[in-house]
């Protein structure tokens, strides 16, 4: 038996045509080829990434997340941390390509090499591997046990029944599918390691199997890694310490909607401001003589990265001796700042570019669609016991 999707009520149903609403305005911007449109989508993939592995302690700059999806060297993360990161984007790259793979099959299978996928590079993980004893989640400020799973015998036939469930077809709304496949992964806890990692990933794979378009936008991972809190509690108030699948999962559900609708405002948001970004970078290279190529690579700078010189080589395809001329333009312009020695050197956004930041603004605020959810959370939270449930 696993958690039961709970009937919807009047809020959630409004809220549901709201998020369609904003998505439907997002694919009708898509639907116009604009020279922005792939600068967002890399890096709401790479906010995701950098998002779920916050949850779990993993913490790297968005330019770090960014340079894993080209297998680039970080800044900034240490070893240990970017060969998490690394794990994870081969993992949701692999969910992003066999979404869209008609031949492809969501079986036990699939989700034990996603897992491999994410955490090869530590074998003492069990990468792969179900669990075979049983499992304790403890708080790591107590060292309560906060969660128990169920007997490791039993995760085998519960995650073939999360995968017959997962393939029926139905009328389910997929938001509210991908929200219980999630709850579902994380409440079983099949592996020793990884298990809210693999529970997020599971989410957005069945969000884009299901017809979601554009699932690097509609995926909920950077908006969880920034509410972890809200995320554990959540969490506590529907587990309640151990494997209860007759437990009542509508305040997660409502959880996920929340997430979405918010995530919906942010991705539009961006969008707007993105528009706005290039319009005004247009303007700066006219009058300076500087090569449109660059222009990507400047939007990058307005978002807070690094730039690296062999970075604009892969993306422009220029040589390096262009990529050194194109940043010494960009830098005396004041587009630019070197930051560093030669060897290790990078470049930031300089006063012009600052100025430019400051004229697209911060974008509109967020409304909230449940309003009374922080408070409800908190209050189901102290009921339980600790907040932190259900992570690794």
């Known amino acids: 038996m696993l958690y039961r999707t709970p009937p919807l009520d009047l809020h959630d149903v409004q809220v549901l045509e709201e998020i369609a609403a904003m998505r439907g305005e997002l694919a009708e911007h898509l639907r116009v080829p604009r020279r922005w449109t792939g600068r967002l989508r890399r890096t709401a993939l790479a906010r995701a990434i950098q998002g779920s592995n916050s949850i779990e302690g993993y913490r790297v700059d968005l330019d770090d997340a960014d340079a894993a999806l080209d297998d680039e060297e970080p800044l900034s993360a240490d070893q240990r941390t970017f060969a998490e990161i690394r794990g994870y984007r081969q993992a949701l790259g692999y969910v992003l390509a066999m979404a869209r793979d008609e031949h492809f099959s969501l079986d036990a299978s699939a989700v034990r090499s996603m897992h491999f996928m994410m955490l090869a590079h530590d074998l003492s993980k069990s990468p792969g591997q179900y669990r075979q004893r049983e499992i304790y989640v403890h708080d790591e400020q107590t060292e309560e046990i906060v969660y128990t799973g169920p007997p490791a015998d039993d995760v085998p036939r519960l995650m073939g029944e999360l995968m017959t469930e997962l393939n029926r077809p139905d009328g389910e709304d997929p938001m509210v599918h991908a929200a219980m496949a999630h709850l579902n992964l ?33 995926s909920i991972e950077e908006w969880l890694g920034a509410n972890t809190d809200d995320y554990y509690r959540v969490l506590a108030a529907t587990g309640r310490g151990e494997w209860r699948p007759d437990g009542d999962a509508h305040l997660w559900v409502s959880f996920n909607l929340r997430a979405h609708h918010m995530q919906a405002q942010t991705v539009r948001s961006r969008w707007r401001r993105a528009q706005r970004s290039y319009e005004l970078l247009d303007e700066l290279l006219i009058p300076n003589r500087l090569p449109d190529r660059a222009i990507d690579a400047l939007y990058s700078g307005l978002l807070g990265f690094r730039l690296r010189r062999q970075t604009y080589v892969d993306q422009t395809g220029v040589d390096a001796r262009t990529a050194s001329r194109d940043f010494k333009a960009l830098a005396d312009a004041g587009l630019l700042r070197a930051v560093g020695e030669t060897k290790g050197r990078y470049y930031v956004a300089g006063l012009v570019l600052e100025e430019v930041r400051r004229e697209v603004g911060r974008g509109e605020p967020l409304v909230d669609p449940y309003p009374w959810m922080v408070v409800e959370l908190a209050k189901a939270a102290a009921e339980v016991g600790p907040a932190r449930t259900v992570g690794p």
């Open 186 to 218: 994380v409440m079983v806890h099949p592996f020793r390691d990884g298990n809210g990692r693999m529970a997020r990933a599971l989410q957005t794979l069945v969000l884009a199997r299901r017809g979601v378009a554009e699932s690097e936008f509609a």
